[in-house]
């Protein structure tokens, strides 16, 4: 979105790559994403998509500055890491990944927060702000993929 020169590097999740200890060395919790950008590395969805708007985008257009956007923004990375995680993107990790959680609870908190945010939405178009944020960026990935959770 902010036209970013990037590498992909794949970890092989499968083979637990990303437990071995110089993984474990860019995200102490054994877990992806994690960008390096330069001497920085940043581990984690929504401190990613925070570092890289706060500075790559000049506008601040991605994460407003004023304090009542600001803080939408950060209320639906809130609802992405929580209830979203939670919900769609456990019931995801279940079918297409074969992951030991309970799916029948993560289809439950899927239906809910899918539903809230649908009423959210009746008369927006984006999240937070009257334009596409980080938030919009961070629920994305999890609600697009909900079909493969069976939500």
């Known amino acids: 979105m902010l036209a970013i020169d990037t590498q992909i590097i794949d970890v092989d999740l499968l083979n637990d ?17 994690v960008i390096e950008d ?11 998509l925070t570092y890289l708007a706060t ?3 000049a506008s601040r257009k991605w994460l407003p500055e004023n304090a ?3 803080a939408e923004v950060q209320r639906f990375l809130s609802v992405a890491s929580g209830m ?5 993107a456990a ?3 279940v079918t297409v990944f074969g992951a030991g959680l309970d799916q029948h609870k993560a289809i439950e908190i899927a239906n809910f927060v899918l539903g809230k945010l649908d009423a959210h939405l009746q008369d927006k178009q ?3 702000t009257n334009h596409p944020t980080i938030a919009d960026l961070a629920n994305y990935a999890y609600i697009a993929h909900a079909p493969e959770g069976n939500i």
């Open 17 to 33: 790559e990303h437990k071995t200890p110089a993984f474990l060395q860019k995200n102490i919790f054994g877990q992806v994403p």
């Open 38 to 48: 330069g001497a920085i590395t940043v581990a984690d969805s929504n401190a990613i």
């Open 55 to 57: 500075r790559y985008d």
């Open 68 to 70: 009542m956007d600001a």
């Open 84 to 88: 979203v995680a939670y919900g769609p």
């Open 91 to 93: 019931a995801r990790l």
């Open 126 to 128: 984006w999240l937070a």
